[in-house]
């Protein structure tokens, strides 16, 4: 699909050897969880995935789209502790108050930074953010059950699949574009990013009209109402107040005199 599209150039697939086995379990092992069963089926055909491909501008290429999932030994902990960092350093786990505060609106519970979660990087999305692998309860005993969970670049938490084959189906469909994570959020993505899914993926990017229901395109604005004709309300006339003698007189000098000036122009005509 991608070779057939127009101005695509240089379409990469990176093959890869399945995982052995050892080494899923041994990764099991060293972090106290158990992988769900479809991405560990998934490593066992292949040790990650990774594809890529360009754009011909002025008939160079340039990289543009990248579709990434780390390698069993780089799914790696997102918040451990590092041997380099100081003892009073600020960490991840700092942030969960100002996390919580932020998502305290949404139905789901948010990952956590600290040991209340594990989180593993997947994809780090070229800078853009981190797909993630998260086990939400990890205390006293980690669940297994998982959920696939985007971190952006100002660590907040965006929910995007349940499963990991749900979240494969959305990497391949979005076609590696990049920023196509930022669709699941609630700023969307960027204006140069979007011009790109208008180019390539146009049906994608208007996913929340497509799931709108028909009605709310419909103009709800009713004509009769609109221009109801509305019934006037009579004007009384207000009588006003009596004025005072001194008011009359000059009031009647005033008129006497004008008409005394219109006999006299008409005498002269």
């Known amino acids: ?153 100002a660590l907040y938490w965006h929910f995007l699949t349940k499963t990991f084959t749900a979240y494969y189906r959305l990497l391949i469909t979005h076609l590696g574009l990049p920023q196509w994570q930022y669709a699941f959020t609630s700023y969307g993505v960027s204006p140069q990013a979007k011009q790109w899914f208008n180019m390539y993926k146009p049906i994608t990017i208007n996913t929340d009209r497509l799931s709108e229901e028909a009605d709310s395109f419909v103009n709800k604005l009713d004509p009769n109402k609109v221009f109801k004709s509305k019934n006037k309300t009579p004007v009384i006339k207000k009588k006003l107040p009596s004025q005072p003698a001194g008011s009359q007189k000059s009031h009647t000098s005033m008129t006497s005199s004008k008409t005394s000036s219109l006999t006299g122009n008409s005498s002269r005509k």
Not at 13 to 27: C, D, L, M, Q, Y
Not at 111 to 118: I, Q
């Open 1 to 153: 699909l991608l070779e057939t599209s127009p101005g695509v150039a240089d379409v990469s697939f990176v093959e890869k050897e399945p995982a052995e086995r050892h080494a899923i379990v041994s990764w099991e092992q060293k972090n106290s969880c158990i992988l769900p069963e479809d991405l560990k089926n998934f490593y066992l055909m292949t040790d990650g995935f990774q594809m890529t491909w360009s754009v011909k501008i002025d008939d160079a290429p340039m990289p543009l789209g990248s579709m990434v999932i780390n390698s069993i030994s780089k799914l790696c902990r997102l918040g451990g502790s590092s041997m380099y960092t100081l003892p009073n350093a600020p960490s991840l786990a700092d942030l969960d108050d100002d996390t919580d505060e932020e998502g305290s609106g949404d139905k789901l519970e948010k990952p956590h930074f600290d040991s209340r979660s594990l989180i593993f990087e997947l994809d780090p999305c070229n800078g853009n953010g981190k797909v993630c692998l998260v086990y939400k309860h990890a205390k006293p005993v980690v669940s297994p059950d998982t959920e696939i969970w985007f971190l952006d670049r």
